[in-house]
């Protein structure tokens, strides 16, 4: 399948953090996955207190549409360039991805459960 | 279903964002297939107003 070419004049990125990365080129699959717990919680937080294991929502299958879709998709380029002059991101965090190029399949998955633990002020 | 695409000059001047998180994708080219599945989770008993300091990890 023809695949056009980016061309970024300029890229400014803050931070990247937690599993993500800046693709720079072509990829053929990315399968990005986060789990995360977020625990708000005032007074001490020992380490381990929450465990993946403990919560369903980490091992419940994802069940995904059957892939075979009957889409007959027909792509004319005319003009195999895609112009961006600056792009400005301040954070790619949590198994995510910024490509530049062409990234064919991507089958991304992410789960997140919150906690938040506060102390009455008696 | 026949989906035709004419793809033609594409020029973008800026493009500003704040964060791409949890297993999110930006993409500047083509792609073929995208599956996206996302689980989250504030049941209210995750809300829970404590009146001690627990010592053992909250079960």
Do not use: W
Not at chain 2, 17 to 31: E, P, Q, T, Y
């Amino acid at each position: 399948m023809f695949k056009r070419t980016a061309n970024v004049q300029c890229v400014n990125v803050v931070s990247i953090t937690d599993g993500s990365f800046l693709n720079v080129g072509d990829t053929h699959l990315g399968n990005p996955v986060s789990k995360v717990i977020a625990l708000q919680k005032e007074g001490a937080t020992f380490r381990g207190e929450l465990k993946f294991e403990d919560y369903s929502i980490f091992s419940q299958k994802a069940h995904f549409p059957e892939s075979k879709t009957n889409i007959i998709k027909r792509t004319f380029t005319h003009n195999p360039n895609i112009y961006v002059q600056n792009s400005n991101v301040m954070a790619i965090s949590s198994s995510s991805i910024f490509q530049l190029g062409n990234l064919d399949k991507i089958a991304a998955e992410s789960r997140i459960k919150h906690f938040r633990h506060v102390i009455i002020e008696d | 279903m026949i989906m035709e695409v004419h793809n033609y000059e594409l020029h973008v001047a800026n493009v500003q964002i704040d964060a791409i998180a949890s297993s999110s994708i930006f993409l500047i080219g083509d792609n073929d297939s995208i599956v996206l599945s996302s689980f989250f989770d504030t049941p209210p008993e995750s809300y829970s107003v404590i009146n001690l300091v627990p010592l053992s990890p909250v079960a």
